[in-house]
């Protein structure tokens, strides 16, 4: 199993975070459906998507400790996949 890539956030910053999957998509494949997790503790303001990424807008976490986002899409071959990053938050 991979490890969710770790990024870092201040707690009072209020930030998009993209997923791009245009190289994962297969030429004239798009996104049609696009839906985040969130671990508790860190809130998912707002998110939306298009053809080929995705954007969470997340804000808040407490120092030190780690948040792990997940990002699930659909494809309009009916393709499924999910991406997860780790977002640990730090005074900055």
Do not use: C, Q
């Amino acid at each position: 199993m991979a490890v969710a890539p770790i990024w870092e956030k201040d707690p009072d910053a209020a930030l998009d975070w993209v997923w791009d999957w245009s190289e994962w998509l297969a030429s004239g494949e798009t996104i049609v459906t696009s839906a985040f997790t969130v671990s508790a503790g860190l809130d998912l303001d707002s998110h939306s998507f298009n053809s080929n990424s995705a954007t969470a807008w997340l804000s808040g976490g407490t120092p030190g400790t780690p948040y792990l986002v997940s990002n699930r899409i659909t494809t309009s071959e009916d393709r499924t996949d999910e991406r997860s990053i780790t977002i640990r938050v730090k005074n900055r």
